[in-house]
């Protein structure tokens, strides 16, 4: 048996704040998405639109309509849609950390900053518009010049 994460999904009653973070902030991209009985997002890594590379999956809350999500996922009381819950936060690798530094400050997001031992990392921390965590690991090579 083989098992890879395939994609996350995020529920908000915001699809605008999220585009905007994940597209304008992240560099990701909207793109193919099934029609389902509800409004949402599927985003993607530059250069990728098939179907299988989704890596975001923003699922709309349409308080006029909700019965679609409702039959197709479940219900969920809008209160809880804040934070992580019990997952911690969400990552990404990424290349690029000169520009995605000066792209979240130029939005006004705020990024905490770590180095990870041994692995060569650099990491930016950042909360999503639904208070979700999500890092970004650069190559340390990329922090220090």
């Known amino acids: 048996m083989s098992l890879v994460l395939n994609h996350f999904s995020i529920r908000t ?3 605008a704040a999220c585009e905007r973070f994940y597209c304008r902030a992240l560099g990701m991209r909207v793109g193919p998405r099934p029609p389902f009985p509800f409004p949402g997002l599927w985003l993607y890594p530059e250069g990728l639109n098939d179907y299988a590379q989704a890596s975001v999956h923003i699922i709309g809350v349409d308080r006029d309509d ?7 996922l479940g219900e969920r009381d809008e209160a809880g849609l804040r934070g992580n819950g019990c997952v911690d936060h969400l990552a990404f690798f990424a290349t690029g950390l000169a520009a995605m530094r000066a792209r979240l400050a130029a939005m006004g997001i705020a990024a905490r900053e770590r180095a990870v031992p041994l692995l060569g990392l650099h990491q930016l ?14 190559p340390a090579t990329e922090a220090a010049a």
């Open 125 to 138: 921390f950042v909360d999503d518009p639904n208070g979700v965590v999500v890092e970004l690991n650069f």
């Open 13 to 15: 009653p915001d699809l």
């Open 66 to 72: 909700p019965e679609g999500l409702k039959q197709y």
